[in-house]
């Protein structure tokens, strides 16, 4: 589940919205954040990583282009 999108970010400009269920990172299941996070950060910045999301009931793609991840400090 998506709680917290950046606003401005990359996941926010590619149309991810909190609230999303993220079902498949690049074509592969995904049943936790731990996965979806050990996914993305198997790309580089400015990769770009198709998502499939349940929103309202309805399996939506999403690609997002990668931008820098986040650290504590930002």
Do not use: C, M, W
Not at 27 to 47: C, M, N, P, Y
Not at 58 to 67: C, E, N, R, S, Y
Request: net charge neutral; no cysteine.
């Amino acid at each position: 589940l998506v709680a917290k999108v950046e606003p401005n970010g990359p996941a926010a400009l590619s149309g991810l919205a909190a609230g999303d269920v993220i079902e498949k990172v690049d074509g592969k299941e995904v049943l936790t954040s731990k996965e979806v996070q050990k996914q993305i950060r198997s790309h580089k910045v400015d990769d770009t990583v198709d998502f499939l999301v349940l929103r309202n009931g309805a399996i939506t793609p999403i690609t997002v282009k990668l931008g820098d991840y986040p650290t504590k400090d930002k």
